[in-house]
């Protein structure tokens, strides 16, 4: 990222004291010296989009029936997203208690609804997830569904799981992002895209984040479970 691109991040609009306190603490003690938001971009868009052509590399003569592991891989992702916001993120729970740490204790202390948009660069370590959480998961997670699948249905199948597992993660990332850049970057963008953004504003409102929009993407399971709130 470039000087200029970076000056551009600054807000237009004053940041709330208790969040910059909050931000000047956290950028003290979470964000190590050698922490790199260049790195982190590539780690997670690059890397994350090698994974993915290798995933689809992987894949010989799909029919129609393994097809269908993408739409079905795609709403489990989302219902996978929504459940883990909706409870793990905003509720203590027993051996899940630093994703909560850092999703409701940090994440929603650095961007509440009037201080959504990054100001630095820096930033990004409070936005994107971190890599070796990224590893985990797919690791800890990805790993046994794609030997399960393997081994009682094929490898086609497999591989189309964990080639929407990848290209939804991306896609996650690339959506949460574009929530928290500056409204002059977003105005860039199409209208459905900033109304989206405006139901995450609303979802880091702390008098509301517990109870609506725990959709980041599409929001199905808000849809599904009556939790979105347009305003």
Known sequence: MSDTQAADLHLAEPVPERVRRFRQEYRASEIPRFYSPT???????????????????QLNAV??????????????????EYFGHRYPMHHPVPGLRLVYKRHAGQHHRYFNQDSMPLEDALDLRAVLFPPLLVIFFFGGFGLPVWLLLNALISANVAWLFIATGLAYFLNYEVLHLFHHLPPRWQARMPGWLQR???L??????????TRCNFNISYPLGDWLFRTWEKQ
Do not use: C, K, Q
């Open 39 to 57: 790195f982190h971009l590539l780690f997670t868009f690059v890397g994350g989009s090698l994974a993915l052509l290798a995933s689809l590399a």
């Open 63 to 80: 029919s129609v029936a393994e097809w269908m592991t993408v739409p079905l891989a795609f709403v489990y992702a989302n219902l996978a």
């Open 200 to 209: 995450h504003r609303i979802h880091h409102d702390p008098a509301r984040m």
């Open 196 to 198: 989206w953004s405006t």
